[in-house]
């Protein structure tokens, strides 16, 4: 059973940076395409960024230039660098896994940057 497991989350101040990470539980991880989503409240949940099996990324314009996203395919591990936080990035965050078959979701992780 796939299994996605956010972690990093946190209150942060504006201008701040955290780190997200993403561990993912079985074997088609080095094949999937993994991403960063976010939910803020009454808002619809948007792509914040991508990261292809072969290592090509793609970010929102929202947060391009601030925000890094790396894979480590030996630890299933997807990372979120985000730096220069910003208050209008308070919002769930959550890790996607595409898989040749189906999507799978992570619970989430909450990012507050107070300003």
């Known amino acids: 059973q796939v299994q996605l497991v956010e972690s990093g989350g946190g209150l942060v101040q504006a201008g701040g940076s955290l780190r997200l990470s993403c561990v993912v539980s079985?074997?088609?991880?080095?094949?999937?395409?993994m991403g960063w989503h976010r939910q803020a409240p009454g808002k619809q949940r948007e792509l914040v960024a991508l990261i292809t099996s072969s290592g090509i990324t793609n970010y929102s314009d929202s947060v391009k230039g601030r925000f890094t996203i790396s894979r480590d395919n030996a630890r299933n591990a997807v990372y979120l660098q985000m730096n220069s936080l910003k208050p209008e990035d308070t919002a769930v965050y959550y890790c996607?896994?595409?898989?040749?078959?189906?999507?799978?979701w992570g619970q989430g992780t909450q990012v507050t940057v107070s300003s």
């Open positions: 079985g074997s088609m991880f080095s094949r999937s395409t």
């Open positions: 996607r896994q595409t898989t040749p078959l189906r999507a799978y």
